[in-house]
């Protein structure tokens, strides 16, 4: 392509007045063009001038796209974005080059259009209002004038309405109630869970008072030790920093009573014989003197025993120091007759 085609496709394409978009929002994106201008050799001033028109009109495009997909974008898809174009620039300009710089210039800028569009439509798709339920302040950047404020996404549902969890346990359990969604991370500030209680069954649509249980930062609660009365409607609201409600999710909790014990059958026992002592006092005594005189008996028969065995040990220990002390007067006997 020769300079006066150029000059004629810029002219043509540089009608709508410059404005920042969401790649130019980005200070590596800017800062990269920049190096880029200042680091171009041999090229004379109306050619640098030239290039500059070429991604001011790049920006153009970018606005234009960034617009036919809601105009707005998040700090994390703009970090995606941003990376991704800037290794494709640094990459071009080591292994694509042509002849001619403006349109390896044009072709890059072009590519970087390409790289948004793809990122925004994953964002609109997925990232922008992911709340299927409840009012969310999505923090997002305006890519025309690349200051960030609050986005307001109310959800198609009726307002703030999260659900309805139906839950059973029996009397003495636990029970865990949790009305965390996936998009409260993305809520901004500090946040607090309210839960509240009121007694029997409710709808959706009940306007009556609840009784306040517990205000948390945690997004669950355990109710321990159930019983009985404290089935019935919970209520769990995520309130911003402002006291703002942001959703409302309901518990229904059904609390299942113990069993109720069968009687137990009376055995009647046979009535003892006429003089027997009959109470469990008697009973233990009789029974301990039993016992006493088992042990009393077992003991004296022990006794007599051992002082039996004494006696024939000692008796025994006696003959044998009889029968020793006779073999060594035989031996002294021998020894003087010889």
Not at 9 to 23: K, N
Not at 38 to 54: A, D, F, N
Not at 186 to 198: A, M, R
Not at 246 to 267: I, N
Request: aromatic share 10%; hydrophobic share 35%; net charge negative.
């Amino acid at each position: 392509m020769t300079l006066p085609v150029l000059l004629r496709w810029f002219l043509t394409l540089c009608s709508c007045p410059v404005v920042r978009s969401c790649l130019q929002c980005d200070q590596v994106v800017r800062y990269v063009h920049e190096d880029f201008l200042s680091t171009v050799k041999g090229i004379r001033v109306r050619e640098q001038v030239e290039l500059k028109k070429i991604i001011d009109h790049a920006y153009t495009n970018y606005r234009e796209t960034s617009r036919l997909l809601s105009g707005v974008i998040d700090p994390t898809t703009l970090y995606r974005a941003r990376t991704e174009y800037q290794s494709e620039f640094k990459r071009h300009w080591k292994e694509n080059r042509t002849n001619s710089l403006q349109w390896d210039l044009i072709t890059i800028l072009e590519k970087g259009k390409r790289i948004l569009q793809k990122h925004l439509e994953i964002f609109i798709a997925e990232g922008l209002c992911p709340n299927k339920c409840g009012l969310l302040y999505q923090r997002v950047m305006n890519c025309t004038s690349c200051q960030y404020g609050l986005f307001t996404c109310l959800s198609a549902k009726p307002p703030l309405d999260c659900g309805e969890h139906h839950l059973e346990a029996d009397e003495g359990e636990e029970v865990v109630l949790d009305c965390f969604l996936s998009w409260h991370t993305l809520v901004v500030g500090q946040t607090e869970y309210h839960y509240s209680w009121h007694p029997g069954e409710t709808n959706l649509l009940f306007d009556g008072e609840y009784e306040e249980l517990v205000v948390t930062k945690e997004s669950k609660i355990v109710l321990n030790q159930l019983s009985v009365s404290e089935e019935g409607s919970y209520r769990c609201l995520l309130k911003d920093q402002k006291g703002t409600a942001l959703s409302r999710t309901f518990f229904q909790l059904k609390v299942k009573p113990f069993p109720s014990t069968s009687p137990r059958l009376v055995v009647t026992l046979p009535s003892l014989p006429l003089g027997y002592e009959n109470t469990p006092y008697s009973l233990q005594k009789s029974s301990f003197l039993t016992v006493l005189i088992l042990l009393t008996v077992l003991s004296i028969t022990g006794s007599f025993i051992i002082i039996k065995y004494l006696r024939e040990s000692l008796k025994q220990q006696e003959e044998e120091r009889e029968r020793d002390s006779r073999t060594a007067g035989d031996i002294e006997l021998n020894t003087e007759t010889e």
